[in-house]
């Protein structure tokens, strides 16, 4: 029967059936004290591993039931060692199994046991069975045999401070037995992607069992004996060697960000550019975006809890400097390969990770701006995508709530916006508007006021009609509600400064029609009232006259009251009773 004819769940029951009738057997025989029959039934439960059709989805399966089974001969191999067994009597014996595979996963069981009864050194046994698996060629075969060889071994690894240092070895020799399953099993891993079946196909199998190989870098990473500089100057090369020398972009794409995700932040500050180096040197299949972001990500969650040490580490090397040298990097030599979205993606989670880091620095704002201006530039107007510039507005929007109106003078931010459709430049001066308002900083200037104008005159583009309010009325309501607050922030320490800024920002609420003058024209007569009173204070009566004709004040209140009186008589209830209650005092000043 071929392959291509078998049901691989039929398949699976029948291996899991006979398996489990091996393995019942394999137990009944240990009850009764027969040994070396409970070995023959283990023999022929491991067996069912060899078979070559099963998919590796369904291998794991069956891999998990055996794996089980074999801790109830494992836990019986101790008590025989705890009765005065010879372990090493029992490693030889169980290499009379009928084949390489199953005399392996015998003699990786037995081996755990020798190994805790100390009647061999660590590395001596870890040295056999490592050069005995060479024999298992078969990728998926091999792959699950080393994956049970690091679980049964990783506690009896002569690491630093365990009770097998010594003569049962080092931190070296347990970086050496890792390091060579991490090479073999990355090898097997990759030769999955070679047969008869489905480029596709192939590639999802790989995928299916990825955390066998992960499982290698888990280990080194729970050393003991692993220092910062045993990191820097052994382990982290003889990782990126084995990352570099695959080619294969599934490969370098999983163990580099196994790397990144399993070692310490601290590692990583104190190997960063050589990290930035090697992740931005792989094949140009790897999606590089997003092991730059998950880098940034394990960094800024460091930068939460241990903030001081970051600051520390920043002094030597400058994160973000680090960053952007190896962001324009890539953007340089694949700039015009990655599609631009993800790029712009990685300019988002890089805006984020400078704003958790440098909360208040325009410069590295301003930097990351610039990237995505270049990285547009090379582009026709027809590839860069809606929803590549709806990143560029999740970007734009990013560094609003610590920097504020600061940011709308970056030249950087204009020509960004200068790229979004309307509606998209609708939705950014929304948010404009509200993080304006949260942040309550003073409009300190015409220029300010000029800036922000510029950004949310397209909200006001033109009258907007009631149908268009009904839309989302709870929406619009609270936008406008911020709009209006926005005029409570002009403060340019000149009274007829501020006039021209409450001025300006009414001609732009007033294109917006009737529907938006309804909830600011309160505002404008309050802050206007305001002024006035301010004014008096600053100015003597002449230059009070020539810097705010009180004539000049008035005609502009009864204007704007006027224009909503009619459509929306209850708005104007408020101006118009706050403008009798007033004119008396501003007719005295």
């Known amino acids: ?245 695959c080619n294969d972009p599934i490969s370098q794409q999983y163990l580099m960000d196994s790397i990144i995700q399993v070692f310490t932040a601290e590692f990583h500050l104190a190997t960063l550019e050589k990290l930035l180096e090697a992740a931005t040197s792989l094949h140009s299949s790897v999606d590089v975006k997003s092991l730059l972001i998950t880098l940034m990500n394990r960094l800024a969650s460091y930068a939460a809890t241990d903030r001081e040490e970051l600051k520390q580490a920043d002094k030597e090397i400058n994160i973000f400097v680090m960053f952007n040298k190896y962001i324009d990097k890539l953007l340089e030599e694949q700039g015009l390969i990655i599609e631009p979205k993800k790029l712009v993606e990685l300019e988002i989670a890089y805006m984020r990770f400078s704003i958790k880091l440098y909360p208040s620095n325009l410069d590295y704002v301003n930097q990351i701006l610039d990237l995505c201006v270049r990285t547009f530039q090379p582009l026709s107007a027809k590839s860069i995508t809606e929803p590549c510039l709806k990143s560029v507005v999740a970007l734009l929007i990013i560094p609003l709530d610590s920097l504020s109106m600061e940011i709308l003078a970056l030249p950087n931010y204009s020509t960004l916006a200068g790229y979004l459709t309307p509606s998209m430049l609708q939705t950014l001066a929304k948010k404009i508007i509200m993080s304006l308002v949260t942040a309550m900083k003073p409009i300190r200037s015409m220029e300010i006021v000029q800036q922000l104008v510029g950004f949310i005159k397209h909200l006001y583009a033109s009258a907007i009609t009631e149908k268009e309010v009904n839309e989302d009325a709870y929406e619009f309501e609270e936008v406008q509600t911020y709009a209006a607050k926005l005029l409570h922030l002009i403060d340019c320490r000149d009274p007829a400064t501020d006039f021209l800024a409450i001025t300006s920002l009414k001609e732009t609420f007033d294109k917006g029609g009737m529907q938006v003058l309804r909830y600011t024209t309160p505002a404008v007569v309050n802050e206007v009232y305001n002024l006035i009173d301010k004014a008096a204070k600053v100015y003597d009566a002449g230059t009070l006259e020539s810097k705010l004709p009180i004539l000049k004040i008035y005609q502009f209140v009864y204007q704007a009251i006027d224009a909503i009186g009619q459509s929306f008589p209850n708005s104007a209830i408020r101006p118009v009773s706050y403008t009798h209650l007033t004119l008396p005092t501003i007719c005295s000043v």
């Open 1 to 245: 029967m071929s392959e291509h004819e078998i049901d691989p769940e039929l398949l699976l029951d029948e291996l899991q059936t006979r398996s489990t009738q091996s393995g019942t057997l394999m137990r009944k025989a240990l009850e009764s004290g027969n040994l070396r029959e409970a070995i023959q039934y283990a023999d022929a439960m491991l067996s069912e591993l060899h078979n070559p059709h099963i998919v590796p989805k369904l291998y794991y399966i069956l891999f998990m039931q055996i794996f089980n089974d074999l801790k109830e001969l494992e836990d019986h191999f101790m008590e025989r060692k705890k009765s005065g067994r010879k372990m090493a009597e029992l490693y030889e014996s169980v290499q009379q199994a009928s084949g390489v595979l199953q005399r392996l996963y015998l003699m990786a069981t037995a081996g755990s046991v020798y190994i805790e009864a100390r009647e061999a050194s660590a590395k001596e046994v870890l040295s056999d069975i490592t050069e005995m698996a060479k024999g298992i060629q078969h990728p998926v075969r091999g792959l699950f045999f080393r994956y049970y060889l690091l679980k049964k071994m990783k506690d009896k690894l002569p690491d630093k401070g365990s009770k097998f240092e010594g003569d049962g070895g080092d931190i070296n020799d347990c970086v050496n037995f890792l390091i060579q399953n991490l090479t073999e099993m990355n090898r097997l891993w990759i030769r999955m992607q070679y047969g008869g079946r489905e480029k596709s196909v192939k590639q999802a199998e790989r995928q299916d069992v990825n955390m066998l190989v992960g499982e290698c870098i888990t280990r080194l990473s729970d050393l003991k004996g692993i220092d910062i500089t045993f990191y820097r100057d052994s382990l982290q090369p003889k990782l990126f060697d084995i990352v570099h020398n």
